[in-house]
T-cell receptor, first 111, second 112 residues
């Protein structure tokens, strides 16, 4: 059973469109991280959300942590081809000494 | 990927051969990790090291050994490579207290 479920697994959109991807769990997390991985490279940390209900913005990317700290969403406004990549969420559940990763949301932005 | 280096970047092995994947970090963090990434499987933890001289098994440790001889370096060894170990291997370090990991560029390993 995957601790963190990401949906949709794959999303293809046209440049300029908006998109939202999700990271869900039945467990409570003290924090969640979002990473982006481009082809042939390692994941790169984008943001960490810590407080339930927290919203963080990184240029056209908006990250939200659920009020109950069990889920998170990533919204991209006016997507660009440079946003193409695999978006991974990760978190450490209380009492667990390992970081859990979701399987990722593969986003393709078509020019 | 600043701060974590991995060598080699690509490797092809024959079944039964051995090799060591090298990882080094320059940010003085205690915790280091080895993952493998396969299509549809996500990142799976092989081994991790909470500090110099200590190592622990992760989710998929069979067929691998690790060594953390000093704070900076964490190596992953395949004693007898198998085709099932064809994968992309990532080393990562963790910033203490923040649950944030920083990854190397990966080693793409093919076992024939």
């Amino acid at each position: 059973t995957q601790l963190l479920e990401q949906s949709p697994q794959f999303l293809s959109i046209q440049e300029g469109e908006n998109l939202t991807v999700y990271c869900n769990s039945s467990s409570v997390f003290s924090s969640l991280q979002w990473y982006r991985q481009e082809p042939g490279e390692g994941p790169v940390l984008l943001v960490t959300v810590v407080t339930g209900g927290e919203v963080k913005k990184l240029k056209r990317l908006t990250f939200q942590f659920g009020d109950a700290r069990k889920d998170s969403s990533l919204h991209i406004t006016a997507a660009q081809p440079g946003d193409t990549g695999l978006y991974l969420c990760a978190g450490r559940a209380p009492g667990n000494n390992r970081l859990a990763f979701g399987k990722g949301n593969q986003v393709v932005v078509i020019p | 990927n600043a701060g974590v280096t991995q060598t080699p970047k690509f490797q092809v092995l024959k079944t039964g051969q051995s090799m060591t994947l090298q990882c080094a970090q320059d940010m003085n963090h205690n915790s280091m990790y080895w993952y493998r990434q396969d299509p549809g499987m996500g990142l799976r933890l092989i081994y991790y090291s909470a500090s110099e001289g200590t190592t622990d098994k992760g989710e998929v440790p069979n067929g691998y050994n690790v060594s953390r001889l000093n704070k900076r370096e964490f190596s992953l060894r395949l004693e007898s490579a198998a085709p099932s170990q064809t994968s992309v291997y990532f080393c990562a370090m963790e910033r203490e207290g923040f649950d944030e990991q920083f990854f190397g560029p990966g080693t793409r390993l093919t076992v024939l």
